[in-house]
């Protein structure tokens, strides 16, 4: 899935997992614009909701997490672009495949987001270096899309 529609029901899989479900409750049929208010107000809790969800729901709604984090409203905001990058790197790290059809869009958010640790107030004792996790993120891709390995995507 390329992230440009709504995720259905039957997107989300498996609700028998407490963060699927939540995420589902919360998310659920609603487009990136309702949501990017959630994203601002509870960052911690919907990256863990996001965390292991099915790539067309992750793919979808990470985009909402890039609104809230590069919106001036962002500002001092260290909680929420730390668990965006953190998210986005630990996905790029155990699915870069399901990742794969987004990336092309969600690497600029990436690297604006990783470039902005001092407006969001971001310590890098607490929240690591925006910069190295964006790395890793890149790294993670790039390994992902070497010449010579197979280009299995997840569901």
């Known amino acids: 899935m390329t992230g440009d529609r709504v995720p259905t029901r039957e997107d989300w899989g ?7 479900n939540d995420g589902f409750r919360r998310l659920g049929g609603k487009t990136i614009e309702d949501v990017v208010p959630e994203f601002e107000r509870l960052p911690i809790e919907l990256a863990s909701e996001l965390r ?7 793919n979808y709604y990470v985009f909402g997490f890039v609104e809230a984090a590069l919106a001036a409203t962002a500002k ?4 929420l672009a730390s668990c965006f990058l953190q998210l986005v790197r630990d996905r790029a790290t155990r699915d870069a495949a399901g990742l794969a059809p987004v990336w ?8 604006k987001a990783a470039g902005r640790q001092t407006f969001y107030r971001a310590s890098p004792e607490i929240n690591g270096s925006f910069a190295a996790i964006r790395k890793k993120i890149e790294a993670a891709m ?14």
């Open 104 to 111: 092309p869009r969600l690497r600029k958010g990436v690297g």
């Open 52 to 58: 292991f969800a099915p790539a067309a729901v992750f």
């Open 76 to 79: 001092g905001q260290s909680d």
């Open 14 to 20: 498996d609700l028998s997992d407490l963060d699927v």
């Open 142 to 155: 790039r390994q992902h899309n070497a010449p010579g390995r197979p280009r299995l995507h997840s569901r």
